[in-house]
């Protein structure tokens, strides 16, 4: 893990890498509900990839999505040297034909955990599809929702800014979940499935 975040620092835009603290907690929640099939939605360079596959049993599966080749192709070599890449299905594509793709082939309450750290304006979508595919109980991580503060600054309007803040509201009036944001890296909302 430590490799991975040096080589991820010399790459423009290395700030979309999540923490270590962030990696070590989703691992500790990845183990606290015994998951065994997980979801991400961003992949980046594959940090936080690492980490979730890194706390899977032997038989655990994480399914990670992003577009970007070139950015995936840098956490692959790291995944192998740690012995979980067997269990990191990386598909690339838009996400939101993955998640689509999953539930047409009846998938629906069959994953433990999803981690959504992708593009902000698609931050809703991404969440309705989680919901359907993660189990009763199974837990929903969703990254950058403090956004640095400018979730709360009503001078800021810029469209990443105002699609968090829209999801925020949404998931505040969401009866079907159990939330809690932590003030972890740039905010992190858990979302457990009632």
Known sequence: MRGLRAATADLPNSNMQIGP????????????????????????????????????????????????????????????????????????????DTLDALLHAGQADTFDFAFIDAD?????????????LVRTGGLIAIDNTLWNGRVIDEAVADVDTMAIRVFNQALKTDQRVTLSLVQIGDGLTLARRR
């Open 21 to 96: 603290e962030q990696g070590a907690f989703l691992a500790l929640l990845v183990e606290l509900i015994g998951a065994r099939r997980c979801l991400e939605i961003g992949t980046f360079t594959g940090y936080s990839a690492l980490a979730v596959a890194g706390a899977l049993p032997d038989d655990g599966q994480l399914i990670a999505c992003d577009i970007s080749d070139e950015w995936t192709s840098v956490g692959r070599a790291f995944w192998e040297e740690a012995g979980v890449a067997g269990k990191i299905d990386l598909r690339l594509g838009p996400a939101l």
């Open 120 to 132: 902000k304006a698609s931050y809703l979508a991404y969440y309705e599809r989680c919901l359907r």
